[in-house]
């Protein structure tokens, strides 16, 4: 896939029975096919009305073709878009009859991301940017929309390009200095290099903060609904969704499965999912019901302990701090747990929203202390509050942000007076920057190339 210069084809648009469905062609050079495909020159880049024939010299489709030239085009190479009526037996006979007369240049079938790696291999665009394409395809709330776009226009790149100039500087600073090291300590203090890579690790810093935003925003927070049978996880659900998702009934043992339902709390995508409760049974089906809870809180973002303070039955204190120590063991690293009260309506006298020990109190029933509990869980995942120029981030650049992050602070170390090492110093500079330039898609090695375009959808 990542040598091939043959022209590539494929359905640009979502499958299934559409106004108009977009059948995407990109390769070296197009004029000729395009010239087979409608016996016509077609004028670049303007809306070409024409009509595709099969072999027989009968119409399948009237269309619209737009030539793009090279380089001047999404690609960076010929780019043919046929806008056909949007039918899937049509597109179908469409792309057939391509293939057929594409034939003699090689025409295939594009693999999953193939367009967006020759727009990247083609310098049309980074593999932030790349990255970004499939983001604002698959974003799952407006403010994720927003943040897709922001990185499309360049503006996480732009950030780690302009951190990536200002290590440059510093390392051309002191690798000019690195042939004369009596002078190491001195220019140290001259070029105020200390203070130059302080302000390179606050910005990184700032960075890292927007970017973990940015993954918030990509793909949303895994919120398990944990707890004994019977204490309205169900209930909870139901409530956050606002509708009917998951079958409630006073009968401890309701829920057998996970039950998953996304919603979006102020503009973040969270994906909720409520568990079997959790208690020693010897029923079979349940049984293998809990063991999918303790799966779900091994991959949660956040868990939400629920308890019910109203009944008898569960609210021996020991059996809650038994089954907390457990949940507490299950959790990834990291995640937070969050005790919450339900049924506080059952409750004789009047609660504040939250107890000494900052649990919250609730009720799925009516609805109180919903909103406190949205809020909270914001504040527990991370969530800053503002969307305000945030772009959306992956995994993969917070572990490159990371990395570049711990190489900073090597590099402090070797700066730092009685351990002054510029070779070192500049070393840690370069790998620090190493993988900076992996976000963007400089000195990134093929194979991860390979595996990153191979993520997205075909027809990208
Ligand atoms: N009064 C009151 N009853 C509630 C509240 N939340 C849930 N219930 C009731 O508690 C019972 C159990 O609710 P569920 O939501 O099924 O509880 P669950 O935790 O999902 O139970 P399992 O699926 O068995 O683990 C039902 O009868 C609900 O109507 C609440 O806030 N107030
Ligand atoms: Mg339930």
């Given at each position: 896939?990542?040598?091939?210069?043959?022209?590539?084809?494929?359905?640009?648009?979502?499958?299934?029975?559409?106004?108009?469905?977009?059948?995407?062609?990109?390769?070296?050079?197009?004029?000729?096919?395009?010239?087979?495909?409608?016996?016509?020159?077609?004028?670049?880049?303007?809306?070409?009305?024409?009509?595709?024939?099969?072999?027989?010299?009968?119409?399948?489709?009237?269309?619209?073709?737009?030539?793009?030239?090279?380089?001047?085009?999404?690609?960076?190479?010929?780019?043919?878009?046929?806008?056909?009526?949007?039918?899937?037996?049509?597109?179908?006979?469409?792309?057939?009859?391509?293939?057929?007369?594409?034939?003699?240049?090689?025409?295939?079938?594009?693999?999953?991301?193939?367009?967006?790696?020759?727009?990247?291999?083609?310098?049309?665009?980074?593999?932030?940017?790349?990255?970004?394409?499939?983001?604002?395809?698959?974003?799952?709330?407006?403010?994720?929309?927003?943040?897709?776009?922001?990185?499309?226009?360049?503006?996480?790149?732009?950030?780690?390009?302009?951190?990536?100039?200002e290590i440059?500087q510093l390392?051309?600073l002191?690798?000019?200095?690195?042939?004369?090291?009596?002078?190491?300590?001195?220019?140290?203090?001259?070029a105020q290099a200390r203070e130059r890579l302080s302000a390179v690790?606050?910005?990184?810093?700032?960075?890292?903060?927007?970017?973990?935003?940015?993954?918030?925003?990509?793909?949303?927070?895994?919120?398990?609904?944990?707890?004994?049978?019977?204490?309205?996880?169900?209930?909870?659900?139901?409530?956050?969704?606002?509708?009917?998702?998951?079958?409630?009934?006073?009968?401890?043992?309701?829920?057998?499965?996970?039950?998953?339902?996304?919603?979006?709390?102020?503009?973040?995508?969270?994906?909720?999912?409520?568990?079997?409760?959790?208690?020693?049974?010897?029923?079979?089906?349940?049984?293998?019901?809990?063991?999918?809870?303790?799966?779900?809180?091994?991959?949660?973002?956040?868990?939400?302990?629920?308890?019910?303070?109203?009944?008898?039955?569960?609210?021996?204190?020991?059996?809650?701090?038994?089954?907390?120590?457990?949940?507490?063991?299950?959790?990834?690293?990291?995640?937070?747990?969050?005790?919450?009260?339900?049924?506080?309506?059952?409750?004789?006298?009047?609660?504040?929203?939250?107890?000494?020990?900052?649990?919250?109190?609730?009720?799925?029933?009516?609805?109180?202390?919903?909103?406190?509990?949205?809020?909270?869980?914001?504040?527990?995942?991370?969530?800053?509050?503002?969307?305000?120029?945030?772009?959306?981030?992956?995994?993969?650049?917070?572990?490159?942000?990371?990395?570049?992050?711990?190489?900073?602070?090597?590099?402090?170390?070797?700066?730092?007076?009685?351990?002054?090492?510029?070779?070192?110093?500049?070393?840690?500079?370069?790998?620090?920057?190493?993988?900076?330039?992996?976000?963007?898609?400089?000195?990134?090695?093929?194979?991860?190339?390979?595996?990153?375009?191979?993520?997205?959808?075909?027809?990208?």
């Open positions: 896939m990542m040598t091939r210069k043959l022209p590539i084809i494929a359905l640009a648009t979502a499958p299934g029975k559409a106004g108009i469905g977009v059948i995407r062609i990109s390769g070296p050079q197009l004029l000729p096919m395009a010239k087979a495909l409608f016996n016509k020159a077609l004028t670049p880049r303007q809306a070409n009305l024409l009509t595709l024939r099969d072999a027989q010299g009968e119409s399948i489709d009237q269309l619209l073709a737009i030539y793009f030239a090279a380089p001047a085009s999404f690609t960076g190479e010929d780019v043919l878009e046929l806008q056909c009526h949007g039918g899937p037996q049509l597109l179908e006979l469409v792309m057939k009859r391509c293939l057929e007369l594409g034939k003699d240049q090689g025409l295939v079938i594009a693999e999953p991301g193939e367009f967006s790696l020759r727009a990247y291999l083609n310098n049309k665009i980074d593999l932030a940017q790349a990255e970004a394409i499939a983001d604002l395809i698959d974003a799952q709330s407006a403010a994720a929309v927003r943040g897709a776009a922001r990185s499309l226009q360049g503006a996480f790149s732009n950030d780690i390009n302009s951190l990536i100039e440059t390392r051309i002191v690798e000019s200095t690195l042939d004369f090291p009596e002078e190491e300590i001195e220019f140290l203090e001259n690790m606050r910005k990184l810093s700032a960075l890292r903060e927007g970017a973990k935003q940015g993954k918030i925003l990509r793909d949303g927070i895994q919120l398990v609904l944990a707890g004994a049978p019977n204490v309205g996880k169900s209930s909870l659900l139901n409530r956050l969704a606002g509708e009917e998702v998951a079958i409630v009934t006073p009968i401890a043992g309701t829920t057998r499965d996970r039950v998953k339902e996304s919603i979006t709390i102020s503009g973040v995508p969270m994906h909720i999912i409520d568990t079997a409760g959790l208690r020693a049974t010897s029923d079979l089906v349940e049984a293998k019901g809990i063991e999918r809870s303790w799966e779900a809180i091994g991959a949660a973002d956040l868990v939400i302990f629920l308890q019910d303070p109203s009944s008898s039955e569960t609210t021996a204190a020991t059996e809650i701090l038994e089954l907390k120590s457990q949940i507490l063991k299950a959790l990834p690293p990291k995640c937070p747990v969050l005790e919450v009260n339900n049924k506080s309506d059952l409750l004789g006298n009047p609660i504040s929203a939250q107890d000494e020990n900052q649990t919250l109190f609730i009720s799925a029933k009516t609805g109180q202390g919903i909103e406190a509990l949205k809020q909270k869980i914001l504040e527990l995942v991370g969530w800053g509050g503002s969307q305000d120029g945030v772009i959306v981030a992956r995994r993969r650049h917070l572990d490159c942000l990371d990395r570049a992050a711990k190489h900073l602070d090597q590099s402090q170390q070797f700066a730092a007076n009685g351990n002054i090492s510029l070779e070192l110093f500049a070393e840690e500079l370069r790998l620090a920057q190493d993988q900076l330039g992996q976000i963007t898609g400089k000195l990134l090695p093929d194979d991860l190339l390979g595996k990153i375009f191979s993520q997205f959808c075909i027809g990208k």
